[in-house]
């Protein structure tokens, strides 16, 4: 699972005749016509928490729902449908967004991201996100749209600028993860991370207090999961694992007893969601996050997680952590009953509202 993709992925609607093989069957031929339909950025974990978990969502509340990276003919020719854009941005999905909109159809436009700040350190993201026409196109899709869905109230009032019925809907996990018990190992305590290599710029600020922690503390292990990021840690003992296939199976992969989240204080990041903190919170792993907006607004320091606002916190609160059994298990508790507020059985209604023509 690659959490973070650069840009949007949503071909066109259909396959062009002349690339059809002989024995080329659409994919969608066969779909019931969907109430709402998801065109998703992404397969990967943009996709899953801003597309195919709210259609699961709004499924369990009696909608038919679809979701796909690309726009079915069932979809496209329906006018009773409405479609849920996510970052429609690139040059053909644009054209096909504003046609829809000239045609009256009911649009929503989902964006999960700050895409008009993203630091130049994610070099690829940056580069695409600049392009004036990209830019453009994000402005119009917008506008057209019947509402907005977000993530973030700080991403609310960016968008509001070109279209003010802005829903904010955080990041959902599935209602199973609360009942999942992550399989951490008896015999190493083990600190954790997981996310894609665009947070170079958030392990930079805080890296050298984290690895003095773990070069003094070598019995505890650091498990970095889809970038690996205990090479620059140079953390004595530590492990990493690959994206998974799924995002099921790379919650499944999460074994940590304390999670750290560390993010800069930068303009991209005060749009952010707590993501990473709302999993870890759902399996019980107590947190230690960057005192930053995303998450001075999902943590309560000392009771669902501990908040870094110096540098020196970091080894503190390690150290605290470690060091007491109980206060894990207690922290970690209370942090999953905060969970289950963000599960998506009860952000559906949210998401549904957002559907109200």
Known sequence: MNRQSIAPTH??????????????????????????????????GCGWYRAQLPMEGLAALGYKTHHSTRLPRPVRHNRDVTIIGQRVCDPDPSSMWQQLAAEGRHLIYEVDDDLFN??????????????????????RNIQVAAAVTVTTEPLADIVAQWNTNVHVIPNAVPDWLIDHQPPQRDDVLTIGWGGSATHNMDWGSSDQQIRRFLQRHPETELHCIGNDYGALLRAPRRRFTPWQQSVEDYYRAIDYHIAVTPLLPHIFNRSKSAVKATEAAALGIPVIASAVRPYEDFIQHGVTGLLVHRD????????????????????????REHARQYTISRLAPAWEKALLR
């Open 118 to 139: 993203i630091d130049h350190r994610s070099p690829a993201a940056h580069q695409y996100y600049a392009r004036p026409d990209v830019r453009d196109n994000i402005r």
């Open 11 to 44: 071909p066109a609607y259909t396959i062009p005749p002349a690339l059809r093989g002989p024995d080329w069957q659409d994919p969608f031929a066969g779909i019931p016509v969907p109430d709402v339909f998801a065109w998703a950025a992404d397969s990967a």
């Open 312 to 335: 020196h916190e970091w080894a503190q609160h390690l150290r605290a952590l470690t060091h007491d059994p109980a206060m894990r298990q207690e922290m970690g508790n209370a942090a």
